[in-house]
């Protein structure tokens, strides 16, 4: 049922509450940033970009904190980390333990299992966020995906994604594409579609939801996870990646490879390591073999 006491978003207000939210948060410990240098690796025709983390200690002590049976950081929330209302169904937050500034989450206001899928609502809430800010948003479908929270949330980060280049990594591979359809890339070795986003971002979010959400429904065709109306339950798991000119999905097998884990950012070209040692494991095993392996390989 909608909430009649929410207070809707003030349109073009959210980058700016976004950023005050996350400097208040810093402030008061609420965000708890984890520090990283980064490096590119190249395999192939790809560039990728690692980041390599400087400090996961207080992550850690946070996570081997006692915590109730079946905690859920969302249900409730920390009021320090809440950006905005966005809809009757979704919020925003920051996230706690973030590598890039800015990260939000777009969180359902009542439980709901991060293993259904997508529908009309969440779709709403992604197209009110890209139309307040440019930037990547993603959805770890299931825990294989490497979602790490059960409760549902999208994510995104705003662009430049890396302070030095204004695109993706993965953005060559997606431009090479011939998008006129959904689309796979003969660069990226593992179950995937590609489809163009022609979208007006000034038309009303729930316009631009409903070419969202059918959009998603023919990905979800084209990598073989049909989208089933009589269950809300995803019969598989995939990582969605979502700019406001494409949206990618990939099939997935398993959370990680060879002790490297991989959410949707892998997808995009962005990796995340440990330390040095894994960085250079890393690049003994490849990249590329590390996605073909948490994905399903052609």
Request: with cysteine.
């Amino acid at each position: 049922m909608p909430m009649t006491n929410v207070q809707q978003l003030i349109p073009g207000t959210l980058r700016t509450r976004l950023i005050h939210r996350t400097q208040e948060a810093k402030k008061c410990g609420a965000l708890q940033s984890i520090a990283t240098h980064y490096e590119p690796v190249i395999d192939g025709e790809l560039e990728f970009m690692v980041r390599i983390v400087s400090n996961l200690a207080r992550k850690t002590k946070a996570l081997k904190t006692p915590k109730p049976k079946n905690f859920n950081p969302f249900l409730p929330y920390e009021a320090d980390l809440f950006v905005s209302d966005l809809s009757d169904q979704h919020l925003v937050l920051l996230n706690k333990f973030n590598v890039v500034d800015n990260h939000l989450l777009m969180v359902t206001r009542e439980f709901v299992s991060q293993d259904t899928w997508l529908d009309a609502a969440d779709c709403l809430a992604l197209a009110i966020v890209l139309s307040e800010m440019e930037g990547l948003a993603f959805y770890n479908g299931g825990w294989a995906a490497g979602a790490s929270q059960p409760h549902k949330h999208l994510q995104m980060v705003p662009l430049p994604f890396f302070p030095d280049r204004s695109d993706l990594p993965i953005s060559p591979v997606i431009t090479a594409a011939d998008l006129q359809g959904i689309s796979q890339s003969p660069a990226l070795p593992f179950v995937h579609g590609i489809a163009p986003l022609s979208l007006d971002w000034t038309d009303t979010p729930q316009d631009l939801a409903l070419v969202l959400l059918d959009t998603y429904y023919q990905l979800l065709d084209a990598i073989g996870l049909p989208w089933q109306s009589d269950t809300t339950e995803a019969t598989g798991a995939y990582n969605l990646l979502v700019t406001r000119d494409w949206m990618l999905m990939v099939l997935r097998s398993q959370p990680s490879f060879e002790g490297v884990a991989i959410n949707s950012l892998g997808f995009a070209g962005s990796l995340l390591v440990r330390n040095l040692q894994e960085l250079e494991h890393l690049k003994q095993i490849g990249p590329i073999t590390v996605l073909q392996n948490v994905g399903v390989a052609l």
